[in-house]
């Protein structure tokens, strides 16, 4: 089956960096487009970025474009977000999903991201 484990969160202060790594298994990994999906406390999910499976191109929603790189190693089965220049309003529990912006069919359990001084 489908599994998608998220690891990599954290606290980290305003301005600074994380990377989280999504371990892809029960599917061929490098067929389908992965996104990153996040859900801040008390609100729904939010689109934060995509990585097609064919050429790579990658898609940022505004809030975190200059931001954050999405990335992906088809040979580890594994999906990357690299987070930089953390902001307090980045904080949420964010997910690996498979699938694009407007559609994923399945997301991992989440990894917390608190973002505080």
């Known amino acids: 089956q489908v599994q998608l484990v998220e690891s990599g969160g954290g606290l980290v202060q305003p301005g600074g960096s994380l990377r989280l790594s999504c371990a892809a298994s029960g599917f061929t990994f490098r067929n389908y487009q992965m996104s990153w999906v996040r859900q801040a406390p008390g609100k729904g999910l939010e689109w934060v970025s995509t990585i097609n499976e064919s050429d790579g191109s990658r898609f940022y929603s505004d809030f975190v474009k200059g931001r954050f790189t999405i990335s992906r190693d088809n040979a580890k089965n594994t999906l990357y977000l690299q987070m930089n220049s953390l902001r307090p309003e980045d904080t949420a529990v964010y997910y690996c999903?498979?699938?694009?912006?407007?559609?994923?069919?399945?997301r991992g359990q989440g990894t917390q991201v608190t973002v505080s001084s």
């Open positions: 999903a498979r699938g694009g912006q407007n559609y994923q069919d399945h």
